[in-house]
């Protein structure tokens, strides 16, 4: 009894120690100790500040598994990952799951200052708006005026407003149309601002109107007014015509006895205002150009077509043309029609009936005679100076 019990505890034993010894087949599965007193080499470290999802291979993935096989698709299998301390440098980002593709949403553009020389417009407003009785300070506001690509000597903008025709569909005639080209004529300059309330007030125009209001802005608000610019140069004796070279400071030595108001420059279109008239001709290519001087009280003309007889109160009256004129430049040299209105008074404004009787006068003459243009007429009763 007792051999048999002792051979039963044997095989007990031997069966409880087969029972505790590792299989084989699981040993590569267990993972070993790890001894947290020992420190972090480079090849384990991880920094605690950076949290990576590692993605499992697509083939892993099983059914229930929260990862869905589209979503991984835009992925290409890769190797295995580099070890983690090598996504914990700052200079690489963490892998995560690829999101959905989806198209480009388009990219606002920036916001550009409409016009970043607008504070200098309207400081010349303010200047104009100060030394003109005839108009204020809201008056040239109200007329938008833009800067024109253009400086006068001392740095004062040179600004423009342009009236488009009120049926765009059809080629249209351009009027350049300029006022102030001497400094002290400050009724050329004031007659620009009424002719714009009346373009303004009734866009139902037939052509194209570019204004230069004020071309010599330093003659007009360097102190006392002058004829000149701030370099001394009669702007209307400084454009390039074909003779100017030949006899522009003869004519002006002789003929004005070197009469300072009228010098012509020591060459021609030496001044930037001449340039950038000069400029406004060449870029807006104009059919006509009136220029507004004061105080003779006619009309002049030089250029190709018939003349106007009168507008309003002024009366033809041609006295040919001067080395460097607009007249000269422009009428003969380039082709283009050059009326010039030679206003009664530098001073005094026309009245308003006047001022409106010259504006329809302009434009039936416009629409009849210059080339190329519309034949709709221009009416009284459409038009108000106010």
């Not at 020389?117 to 005839?134: D, F, M, T, Y």
């Not at 049926?167 to 009027?175: A, F, K, M, T």
């Not at 009936?353 to 005679?369: Q, R, T």
Request: with cysteine; proline share 10%.
């Amino acid at each position: 009894m007792i051999r048999s019990l002792l051979i039963v505890l044997s095989v007990a034993t031997l069966v409880g120690c087969l029972v505790m010894m590792p299989d084989s087949d699981q040993q590569g599965s267990q993972s070993a100790p790890t001894d947290v007193s020992a420190p972090q080499t480079a090849a384990t470290a991880v920094a605690p500040a950076v949290v990576v999802q590692e993605i499992p291979p697509v083939d892993a993935i099983e059914a229930d598994s929260p990862v869905v096989a589209d979503e991984l698709s835009p992925q290409p299998v890769s190797p295995a990952p580099e070890p983690l301390i090598a996504q914990a440098e700052p200079s690489a980002a963490p892998v995560f799951a690829a999101a959905p593709v989806s198209a480009a949403a388009p990219v606002p553009a920036q916001s550009v200052p409409s016009d970043l020389h607008q504070p200098a417009v309207s400081a010349l407003c303010r200047e104009i708006g100060n030394k003109l009785g005839s108009v204020t300070v809201a008056d040239c506001n109200n007329q938008k005026l833009q800067f024109a690509d253009g400086f006068s000597v001392n740095e004062r903008v040179l600004t423009k407003r342009d009236f488009l025709p009120k049926d765009l569909s059809e080629p249209v005639s351009r009027i350049l149309i300029m006022g102030g080209i001497h400094g002290d004529e400050y009724s050329s300059i004031s007659i620009m601002f009424k002719w714009m309330n009346l373009l303004a007030s009734n866009q139902d125009s037939d052509f194209h109107w570019r204004f230069l209001p004020l071309a010599n802005p330093d003659g007009l608000l360097d102190g006392e007014a002058t004829r000149q610019n701030a370099n001394g140069v009669d702007l209307n004796r400084n454009f390039p015509s074909g003779d100017w070279e030949r006899t522009a400071l003869e004519s002006w030595r002789v003929t004005t006895g070197s009469n300072p108001r009228r010098f012509p420059g020591h060459s021609p279109a030496s001044e930037p205002e001449t340039q950038w008239i000069l400029q406004q001709i060449e870029e807006f290519k104009p059919v006509v150009i009136v220029s507004v001087h004061a105080p003779h009280a006619l009309l002049d003309f030089d250029g190709p077509v018939e003349a106007p007889h009168k507008i309003g109160h002024l009366h033809l009256h041609q006295l040919g043309v001067y080395p460097g004129s607009l007249g000269n430049y422009g009428g003969l040299d380039l082709g283009i029609p050059v009326i010039t209105l030679e206003l009664p008074s530098a001073g005094i404004m026309p009245s308003k009936a006047e001022i409106e009787n010259m504006w329809v006068d302009l434009n039936n003459w416009l629409n009849d005679k210059a080339p190329g243009l519309t034949k709709a007429k221009t009416t009284p009763s459409s038009i108000s100076a106010d």
